[in-house]
């Protein structure tokens, strides 16, 4: 059965760092989003992703934040100038259309030293 | 403001009893909730949605406008369910994004 997989498992950068997350969505699917779990609060929405632009964006999706989809396969969250704050789970997910369920990766961790 | 509350942060019941994990949500427009689970060292799945009107597991959770509830519920808990249990809403006509509640962790003892 197709999952969506991201990389790396856990992200171990310095305040201040760039830092680039990694997620292959589902090969047929069209809508892409990006969660966050700090420790011990609600998953949170980050981003969803359509047709090459972003379609939805929350308070905390920032300027420090950006989104790609720089090939036919990856989908890719950017921090560019991490803060201790953004310590936190990241999860990917995908839907073949936005009324279908969101199926998640198993998400990155990272850390911000 | 969409806004959804899962005020049990831990569930502990034996094997065997039922089981009822509370959701409430506040919101004025079209909402569609979900109930996600994330077994350990699993990613988080769905488990149910309102629209669907299934039993997933022996699971059921009927959306109750008027509570403004999605409460999940199982007759006879079994020790597979314990997980981490999440309540999502979403708007049904434009919204892309799930908005998730705290979740309750529930916990079957034998």
């Known amino acids: 059965e197709p999952e969506v997989t991201q990389t790396p498992s856990h992200q171990v950068t310095q305040m201040g760092q760039e830092v680039i997350l990694r997620c292959v969505p589902i090969?047929?699917?069209?809508?892409f989003y990006w969660y966050r779990q700090i420790l011990g609060q609600k998953v949170e929405f980050l981003v969803s992703?359509?047709?090459?632009?972003?379609?939805?964006k929350s308070e905390i999706f920032d300027d420090q934040f950006s989104v790609e989809r720089p090939d036919g396969s990856n989908f890719t969250l950017k921090i560019r100038s991490t803060k201790l704050e953004d310590s936190a789970m990241y999860f990917c997910?995908?839907?073949?259309?936005?009324?279908?369920?969101?199926?998640f990766g198993p998400g990155t961790r990272l850390t911000v030293l | 403001a969409q806004r959804v509350t899962q005020p049990e942060k831990l569930l502990s019941v034996f094997k065997g009893a039922p089981v009822e994990l509370k959701c409430n949500y506040s919101?004025?427009?079209?909402?569609?909730l979900f109930w996600y689970v994330q077994y350990s060292r699993q990613r988080l799945q769905l488990l149910l949605r309102?629209?669907s009107r299934e039993s997933i597991k022996g699971f059921t959770a009927d959306l109750n406008k008027g509570e403004t509830s999605f409460h999940l519920k199982k007759p006879f808990a079994q020790e597979e369910d314990s997980a981490m249990y999440y309540c999502?809403?979403?708007?049904?006509?434009?919204?892309?994004?799930?908005?998730f509640g705290k979740g309750t962790s529930l916990l079957v003892t034998p």
């Open positions: 919101y004025s427009g079209s909402p569609e």
């Open positions: 309102h629209i």
């Open positions: 997910a995908s839907s073949v259309t936005n009324y279908n369920e969101q199926f």
């Open positions: 999502a809403l979403k708007d049904s006509n434009s919204g892309y994004a799930l908005n």
């Open positions: 090969s047929n699917h069209l809508y």
């Open positions: 992703f359509y047709n090459n632009e972003i379609s939805e």
